[in-house]
């Protein structure tokens, strides 16, 4: 069997950290290595991690500030394991998760997605975690991707995609998997392979939650087809409902029984996950504020979209993408799969009006081009940035005004 590496993102994570490790530490099939990705801790939790090393000499940190993105990446290029599994801060794997998640590494897998349960300290944490996720009897094999605190790939597949996309403070392993997908691979769905996560303490920090990864997804566009059923659901239907009130009380009774039969058709796989009796109300409660919470992200996300494409235009740019840079520190060698003009703009906005486009190159036998970003009022140079592109083909990139 090929080594295998666990790796784990963390920033102040004292209260969990060692729970976590020593999990892994105990797997049926251990790691080779653990390496952990910190992104600066200021509580104890390195302090806690040099402890283990002392018992557990596998394990190996990999500091440096970065977003979990940064992380992920960091902790995955200081290993040479052909086999990277990834977990997250907060979460505990079962006793054979790892052995179950890279078996079907042996029949030649190159991407396996492995599951969770919400395990809360109430049953409204519990609920929450439960409608914040996707149960078993859910999962569309078609679409599933995994998250990033229960999956595996090969280190090859992980190069290709060139890492986990950065600068996003959520939805890295989403857009990681998307990658992923355009580039052809498929994962593996082991649903046994099973990590227990700690939800959100309580249905107002679950809704802040929702509302971050709904914006994360509004930014990236995606999922843009089940928002507009959320929107239209969530939103516009109890308005209608109240209308109908207005001119007719009977119409609003037959409206609000086509609601609650709507929210009870979307939670009937949720109960399972959640043991106590009290889940006939938590879970439509919370699954009501997370969805109304996630879609007001959403737009709020997806309204940033638009500005960041105005934006765009008036840098002078008029097709696809020229490269992606943060505010200082501009960010090197950025790698990004870019599918379409309109996504390529997103990028575009987030160019800073002191670098200007400066060569563009492509090698018609790759799908690689290459940029590079020429300052314009005293910035720092920066390396040359790389585009892939999923299919091999994008948008004419010599015609940009530079």
């Not at 290595?33 to 018992?55: A, F, M, P, Y």
């Not at 929450?128 to 094999?141: F, H, I, N, P």
């Not at 929107?231 to 516009?236: G, S």
């Not at 105005?310 to 990004?336: C, M, Q, T, Y």
Request: charged share 20%.
């Amino acid at each position: 069997m090929s080594r295998v590496a666990v790796i784990v993102p963390v920033l102040n994570e004292e209260d969990s950290i060692e729970e976590l490790i020593t999990s892994l530490a105990g797997q049926t099939r251990p790691p080779d290595e653990i390496v952990i990705g910190d992104g600066g801790s200021t509580d104890r939790t390195l302090n806690i991690l040099e402890q283990l090393q002392g018992t557990i000499p596998r394990l190996r940190i990999v500091t440096g500030a970065g977003g979990i993105a940064e992380n992920r990446n960091a902790a995955i290029a200081a290993t040479d394991s052909e086999v990277v599994a990834c977990t997250d801060a907060g979460c505990v794997p079962e006793p054979q998760w790892l052995e179950r998640l890279v078996a079907p590494f042996a029949d030649g897998a190159e991407w396996v997605a492995g599951f969770y349960r919400p395990v809360g300290r109430t049953t409204a944490a519990t609920a929450a975690g439960a409608v914040m996720m996707t149960t078993e009897a859910e999962v569309d094999l078609d679409h599933f991707l995994p998250g990033g605190s229960s999956q595996a790939f090969l280190r090859s597949a992980w190069q290709r995609a060139g890492g986990f996309p950065e600068g996003h403070g959520v939805g890295e392993d989403t857009l990681f998997g998307e990658r992923l997908c355009a580039l052809g691979y498929r994962p593996i769905f082991v649903p046994d392979a099973v990590v227990a996560w700690q939800p959100p303490p309580d249905l107002a920090t679950m809704a802040r939650k929702a509302r971050t990864w709904g914006r994360a997804d509004g930014v990236n566009q995606v999922r843009t087809g089940a928002y507009a059923k959320v929107l239209l659901a969530y939103w516009l239907f109890p308005v209608l409902i109240v209308l109908a009130t207005l001119a007719r009380r009977w119409l609003g009774s037959i409206g609000l029984a086509a609601y609650g039969g709507l929210v009870a058709f979307r939670t009937r796989h949720k109960y399972s996950v959640v043991p106590a009796w009290t889940r006939l109300f938590w879970v439509p409660a919370a699954h009501i504020r997370q969805q109304m919470a996630a879609s007001a992200g959403w737009i709020d996300g997806y309204g940033w979209r638009r500005l960041g494409r105005k934006i765009a235009g008036r840098l002078g740019f008029r097709s696809s993408f020229s490269g992606r840079a943060e505010a200082a520190p501009v960010r090197h060698n950025v790698d990004l799969l870019v599918r379409s003009e309109r996504e390529a703009r997103h990028w575009l906005a987030d160019l800073p009006s002191s670098y200007r486009v400066g060569a563009v190159s492509r090698d018609p036998e790759s799908p690689f081009v290459t940029a590079t970003l020429t300052p314009t009022r005293g910035e720092p140079e920066v390396a040359p940035v790389t585009v892939e592109y999923g299919n091999g083909e994008g948008p004419e990139l010599n015609d940009q005004v530079a």
